[in-house]
């Protein structure tokens, strides 16, 4: 069985909608579908394209093959580095991909519902399908966002088991259904994916941050840990205006830094990657002045790997307990000079390093102590 798309519904005259309904006509079947079963309407056809196989009354699985829409046929081709975040209308974008991560590159602001597969005539490799999530809104004319901004709440609500309330008000949110469409058609042998889109949002689109902009971000952060993130988004913007950038791409500077809840993920990525387990060396340090004054060896010696390289390490002890280990040298005549050294070892203790014990018999107390 073959499913086919008919020609003479190809064509689309309004670009801003979706491409027309598609007229299905089976093959090689027992029994023949009427053009009122073959017709459905635009998401419903892009829906059932996605499927990777069909069952007909007396027929065979076999693949469904839509043949590509003329929606846009007359859209130029735009070659571009990365999607617009608000991404809208009828268009098409081409653009390089990593094929071990192919959806990275055509990422935009939309908000889009998990993407399926999909097949048409005339394209042989990947292909994928999305439809937008859609969007809640707010309908209390008395919501605090509605008294400050003079504007409904779109962005701001708790989602819990299908059901959307304003951080605001409380209030149930609206769902507005959002008709728009994206499909992927990935070329593996060029490195290049095209993407369509149709339909006009209802929704709002949300900052996109590119890898450059957040590779900036946390070098920020990287060289001043005390920069709050809300100062790295004024700095980027002002940066951009002092090396006397354009207006497009000021604003493209403002999307990719205007998320201060992604500024506050890219400053703890920052610290952990100076620190990678968020262990402080310089509280220790403090620590250690405060107990110099009491006993040397208490914290005898501390290195960090990010001064020299060298392995990092807390040396401690005790001054009675580093007497102890002096007496133990095998060359001596001391009391312990020939007892064995035991060292015990735990990786749960302090994540990322292991905690080493050393312990040897004593003689005259007959019994194992630690002095390390």
């Known amino acids: 069985m073959t499913i086919e798309s008919s020609d003479d519904d190809n064509e ?13 006509s089976v093959k090689n079947v027992s029994r023949q579908s009427s053009p009122s079963e073959g017709e459905s309407n635009s998401s419903e056809s892009e ?43 009828l268009c098409k974008y081409q ?14 602001g939309r908000q889009w519902q ?44 708790e989602v819990k088991e299908n059901k959307a309330k304003c951080e605001h008000c409380g209030c ?17 042998t060029l490195g290049l994916v095209t993407v369509f889109h149709y339909g006009d949002h209802s929704c709002q689109p949300s900052p996109k941050h590119t890898p450059s902009a957040d590779k900036v971000i946390t070098d920020m952060f990287k060289k001043n840990p005390k920069l709050k993130p809300s100062q790295v988004s004024v700095n980027c913007v002002v940066q951009a205006i002092s090396d ?14 205007a998320n201060d809840k992604n500024n506050r993920n890219l400053k703890k990525k920052a610290v952990r990657e100076g620190n990678v387990h968020g262990h402080s060396f310089e509280a220790v340090g403090v620590l250690k002045q405060k107990t ?63 905690t080493l014990t050393a312990s040897v018999y004593h003689p005259t107390l007959k019994k194992m102590e630690n002095w390390l």
């Open 12 to 24: 689309s005259k309004n670009a801003n909608t979706p491409p027309p309904s598609y007229r299905l």
């Open 47 to 89: 829906s059932e394209s996605t499927s990777s196989s069909a069952t007909t009354s007396g027929a065979t699985n076999s693949t469904i093959y839509f043949s590509p829409p003329d929606t846009w046929k007359d859209v130029p081709l735009k070659t571009v580095n990365q999607l617009r975040s608000d991404i809208n209308g």
């Open 95 to 108: 653009l390089k991909f990593n094929i071990n991560k192919r959806m990275e590159s055509s990422r935009d």
């Open 114 to 157: 998990r993407y399926v597969p999909s097949k048409r005539r005339g394209h042989s490799g990947i292909r994928r399908l999305a439809k937008c999530k859609g969007s809640y809104r707010c309908e209390n004319p008395h919501c605090d966002f509605m008294m400050e901004y003079n504007q409904p709440n779109r962005h701001h609500f």
């Open 172 to 188: 149930d949110g609206l769902f507005v259904n959002c008709n728009a469409r994206k499909i992927w058609e990935f070329n593996d």
């Open 244 to 257: 006397d950038k354009t207006w497009d791409e000021i604003n493209e500077v403002c999307e990719s830094v």
């Open 292 to 354: 110099d004054n009491r006993d040397l060896h208490l914290i005898h010696k501390i290195n960090d790997r990010r001064l020299n390289g060298n392995p990092s390490y807390v040396f401690k002890t005790i001054s009675f307990k580093a007497k102890m280990c002096m007496s133990m040298d095998r060359d001596g005549d001391k009391l312990m000079c020939k007892e064995y050294c035991h060292f015990d070892g735990k990786v749960n203790r302090c994540t990322g390093f292991t």
